[in-house]
Protein backbone atom coordinates (compact mmCIF):
# COMPACT_ATOMS: atom_id res chain seq x y z
CA UNK A 1 0.00 0.00 0.00
CA UNK A 2 0.97 3.48 -0.91
CA UNK A 3 2.29 5.47 2.00
CA UNK A 4 1.53 9.59 2.86
CA UNK A 5 4.03 11.98 4.31
CA UNK A 6 2.54 15.00 5.27
CA UNK A 7 3.79 18.05 7.48
CA UNK A 8 3.17 17.63 11.53
CA UNK A 9 1.32 20.95 11.55
CA UNK A 10 0.93 24.11 9.79
CA UNK A 11 -0.34 28.05 10.91
CA UNK A 12 -2.71 29.70 8.63
CA UNK A 13 -4.25 33.08 9.00
CA UNK A 14 -8.35 33.44 8.92
CA UNK A 15 -9.11 34.07 5.98
CA UNK A 16 -6.54 33.16 3.91
CA UNK A 17 -6.06 29.94 1.62
CA UNK A 18 -5.07 26.82 3.83
CA UNK A 19 -2.44 24.85 1.22
CA UNK A 20 -2.22 21.57 2.61
CA UNK A 21 0.62 19.44 0.69
CA UNK A 22 0.75 15.44 0.82
CA UNK A 23 3.57 13.64 -0.52
CA UNK A 24 2.91 9.83 -2.00
CA UNK A 25 5.70 8.96 -4.46
CA UNK A 26 4.94 5.53 -4.33
CA UNK A 27 0.87 5.73 -5.37
CA UNK A 28 0.19 3.41 -8.22
CA UNK A 29 -2.13 4.10 -11.26
CA UNK A 30 -5.15 3.12 -10.22
CA UNK A 31 -5.17 4.73 -6.55
CA UNK A 32 -7.27 7.26 -5.24
CA UNK A 33 -5.91 10.13 -3.05
CA UNK A 34 -8.50 10.57 -0.39
CA UNK A 35 -8.57 13.43 2.08
CA UNK A 36 -10.17 13.63 5.87
CA UNK A 37 -9.83 15.96 8.55
CA UNK A 38 -10.73 15.34 12.25
CA UNK A 39 -11.91 18.14 14.60
CA UNK A 40 -10.97 17.71 18.02
CA UNK A 41 -11.17 13.59 18.22
CA UNK A 42 -14.68 13.51 16.72
CA UNK A 43 -15.00 10.87 13.85
CA UNK A 44 -13.04 11.55 10.81
CA UNK A 45 -15.03 13.51 8.28
CA UNK A 46 -14.31 13.11 4.49
CA UNK A 47 -13.46 16.60 2.00
CA UNK A 48 -12.69 15.04 -0.96
CA UNK A 49 -11.19 12.64 -3.46
CA UNK A 50 -9.30 12.35 -7.11
CA UNK A 51 -7.29 10.09 -9.27
CA UNK A 52 -5.51 12.06 -12.16
CA UNK A 53 -7.54 15.58 -12.25
CA UNK A 54 -8.03 18.29 -9.81
CA UNK A 55 -11.35 18.55 -8.05
CA UNK A 56 -13.49 20.67 -6.37
CA UNK A 57 -16.45 20.54 -4.39
CA UNK A 58 -17.98 22.94 -1.48
CA UNK A 59 -15.04 22.32 1.16
CA UNK A 60 -12.14 22.28 -0.43
CA UNK A 61 -9.89 21.56 -4.11
CA UNK A 62 -7.69 18.71 -4.52
CA UNK A 63 -4.51 19.83 -6.77
CA UNK A 64 -2.89 16.13 -8.11
CA UNK A 65 0.89 16.76 -9.92
CA UNK A 66 0.83 15.45 -13.38
CA UNK A 67 3.02 12.36 -11.75
CA UNK A 68 0.65 11.97 -9.40
CA UNK A 69 3.47 11.38 -6.65
CA UNK A 70 2.07 14.58 -4.86
CA UNK A 71 -1.06 16.50 -3.75
CA UNK A 72 -2.17 19.29 -2.30
CA UNK A 73 -5.00 20.10 -0.39
CA UNK A 74 -6.97 24.01 -0.24
CA UNK A 75 -9.53 25.51 1.95
CA UNK A 76 -9.83 28.96 0.22
CA UNK A 77 -11.03 30.51 2.75
CA UNK A 78 -9.87 29.13 6.37
CA UNK A 79 -11.80 29.93 9.22
CA UNK A 80 -11.47 28.65 12.95
CA UNK A 81 -13.34 25.74 12.39
CA UNK A 82 -11.04 24.69 10.26
CA UNK A 83 -8.97 23.89 12.85
CA UNK A 84 -8.51 19.97 12.90
CA UNK A 85 -6.14 17.25 11.63
CA UNK A 86 -5.82 16.43 8.00
CA UNK A 87 -5.55 13.16 6.38
CA UNK A 88 -4.17 12.07 3.18
CA UNK A 89 -4.71 8.61 2.85
CA UNK A 90 -4.10 6.48 -0.50
CA UNK A 91 -6.94 4.51 -0.98
CA UNK A 92 -5.92 0.42 -2.86
CA UNK A 93 -7.69 0.05 -6.36
CA UNK A 94 -11.62 -0.84 -6.29
CA UNK A 95 -13.07 -4.05 -4.24
CA UNK A 96 -9.89 -3.25 -1.38
CA UNK A 97 -11.76 -0.41 0.69
CA UNK A 98 -9.34 -0.29 3.47
CA UNK A 99 -7.26 2.78 4.16
CA UNK A 100 -4.12 3.26 5.95
CA UNK A 101 -3.90 6.77 8.20
CA UNK A 102 -0.60 8.17 8.26
CA UNK A 103 0.25 11.29 10.73
CA UNK A 104 -1.53 13.98 9.37
CA UNK A 105 -1.18 17.54 9.41
CA UNK A 106 -2.25 19.59 12.39
CA UNK A 107 -3.80 22.87 11.22
CA UNK A 108 -4.15 26.11 12.89
CA UNK A 109 -6.17 28.59 11.82
CA UNK A 110 -5.14 31.87 13.64
CA UNK A 111 -7.59 34.78 14.43
CA UNK B 1 -23.75 10.10 3.07
CA UNK B 2 -24.62 7.58 5.47
CA UNK B 3 -25.37 8.58 9.15
CA UNK B 4 -23.50 6.46 11.31
CA UNK B 5 -24.23 6.31 15.18
CA UNK B 6 -22.30 4.23 17.81
CA UNK B 7 -22.97 3.26 21.37
CA UNK B 8 -21.80 4.33 24.00
CA UNK B 9 -20.39 7.41 22.96
CA UNK B 10 -17.94 7.23 26.31
CA UNK B 11 -17.42 4.62 29.18
CA UNK B 12 -14.98 3.92 32.18
CA UNK B 13 -14.60 0.55 32.48
CA UNK B 14 -12.25 -1.37 35.20
CA UNK B 15 -9.68 -4.04 34.07
CA UNK B 16 -10.37 -7.37 33.09
CA UNK B 17 -13.95 -6.50 32.54
CA UNK B 18 -15.25 -6.09 28.60
CA UNK B 19 -17.18 -4.27 26.93
CA UNK B 20 -19.02 -3.92 23.68
CA UNK B 21 -19.76 -1.23 21.46
CA UNK B 22 -21.93 -1.00 18.64
CA UNK B 23 -22.56 0.75 15.20
CA UNK B 24 -25.56 1.27 13.46
CA UNK B 25 -25.96 2.89 10.05
CA UNK B 26 -28.70 4.70 8.40
CA UNK B 27 -28.47 2.12 5.08
CA UNK B 28 -27.37 -0.69 4.02
CA UNK B 29 -23.71 -0.99 3.12
CA UNK B 30 -21.01 -3.52 2.05
CA UNK B 31 -18.55 -3.11 3.82
CA UNK B 32 -18.03 -2.03 7.82
CA UNK B 33 -14.30 -1.15 9.26
CA UNK B 34 -13.38 -0.81 13.26
CA UNK B 35 -10.34 1.32 13.67
CA UNK B 36 -8.95 2.20 16.81
CA UNK B 37 -7.35 6.16 17.86
CA UNK B 38 -4.93 5.37 20.68
CA UNK B 39 -4.33 9.12 22.85
CA UNK B 40 -2.42 11.54 20.55
CA UNK B 41 -2.30 8.96 17.77
CA UNK B 42 -3.45 8.59 14.29
CA UNK B 43 -6.10 5.89 13.16
CA UNK B 44 -5.63 2.01 13.10
CA UNK B 45 -7.05 -0.27 11.47
CA UNK B 46 -8.61 -3.15 13.48
CA UNK B 47 -10.85 -5.82 11.30
CA UNK B 48 -12.88 -5.37 8.13
CA UNK B 49 -16.63 -6.66 9.41
CA UNK B 50 -18.10 -8.71 6.74
CA UNK B 51 -21.52 -9.72 6.61
CA UNK B 52 -22.41 -13.40 6.75
CA UNK B 53 -18.73 -14.37 7.95
CA UNK B 54 -15.65 -14.02 10.09
CA UNK B 55 -14.23 -10.38 10.39
CA UNK B 56 -10.61 -10.03 8.63
CA UNK B 57 -7.88 -8.76 11.25
CA UNK B 58 -5.17 -6.51 10.76
CA UNK B 59 -1.72 -7.47 11.98
CA UNK B 60 -1.37 -7.50 15.83
CA UNK B 61 -5.17 -7.70 16.45
CA UNK B 62 -6.75 -10.87 17.21
CA UNK B 63 -10.13 -12.56 17.38
CA UNK B 64 -10.12 -13.21 21.03
CA UNK B 65 -9.47 -9.83 22.49
CA UNK B 66 -11.35 -7.85 20.24
CA UNK B 67 -14.34 -10.02 19.04
CA UNK B 68 -16.74 -8.51 16.23
CA UNK B 69 -20.40 -9.33 14.88
CA UNK B 70 -21.99 -8.40 11.60
CA UNK B 71 -25.21 -9.76 11.58
CA UNK B 72 -26.91 -7.74 8.88
CA UNK B 73 -25.85 -4.86 6.25
CA UNK B 74 -26.74 -2.03 8.63
CA UNK B 75 -25.38 -3.20 12.53
CA UNK B 76 -21.66 -4.41 13.65
CA UNK B 77 -20.14 -4.70 17.19
CA UNK B 78 -16.77 -4.75 18.28
CA UNK B 79 -16.27 -6.01 22.15
CA UNK B 80 -12.69 -4.95 23.52
CA UNK B 81 -12.59 -8.06 26.21
CA UNK B 82 -10.00 -8.54 29.38
CA UNK B 83 -9.34 -4.68 29.41
CA UNK B 84 -6.41 -3.19 30.32
CA UNK B 85 -5.66 0.44 30.64
CA UNK B 86 -3.29 0.20 27.28
CA UNK B 87 -6.89 -0.15 25.67
CA UNK B 88 -8.00 3.01 26.48
CA UNK B 89 -8.37 4.52 23.34
CA UNK B 90 -11.11 6.07 20.21
CA UNK B 91 -13.04 3.40 18.81
CA UNK B 92 -14.54 4.48 15.52
CA UNK B 93 -16.48 2.77 13.02
CA UNK B 94 -16.92 3.01 9.30
CA UNK B 95 -18.71 1.82 6.16
CA UNK B 96 -17.93 2.01 2.78
CA UNK B 97 -20.02 0.48 -0.34
CA UNK B 98 -23.19 2.66 0.10
CA UNK B 99 -25.04 4.70 -2.05
CA UNK B 100 -23.12 7.64 -3.72
CA UNK B 101 -19.60 7.43 -3.66
CA UNK B 102 -19.59 3.41 -3.10
CA UNK B 103 -16.09 3.20 -2.34
CA UNK B 104 -15.69 6.26 0.00
CA UNK B 105 -15.48 5.74 3.68
CA UNK B 106 -17.89 7.08 6.50
CA UNK B 107 -17.00 7.63 10.00
CA UNK B 108 -18.92 7.36 12.97
CA UNK B 109 -18.91 9.71 15.91
CA UNK B 110 -16.43 7.16 18.06
CA UNK B 111 -16.58 5.73 21.20
CA UNK B 112 -14.32 7.11 24.10
CA UNK B 113 -12.80 4.14 26.34
CA UNK B 114 -11.00 4.84 29.48
CA UNK B 115 -10.27 1.89 31.35
CA UNK B 116 -8.75 2.28 34.98
Known amino acids: DAKTTQPPSMDCAEGRAANLPCNHS???????VYWYRQIHSQGPQYIIHGLKNNETNEMASLIITEDRKSSTLILPHATLRDTAVYYCIVRPPSGTYKYIFGTGTRLKVLA | SAVISQKPSRDICQRGTSLTIQCQVDSQVTMMFWYRQQPGQSLTLIATANQGSEATYESGFVIDKFPISRPNLTFSTLTVSNMSPEDSSIYLC?????????????FGPGTRLLVL
Open chain 1, 26 to 32: TISGNEY
Open chain 2, 94 to 106: SVAGGQGKAETQY
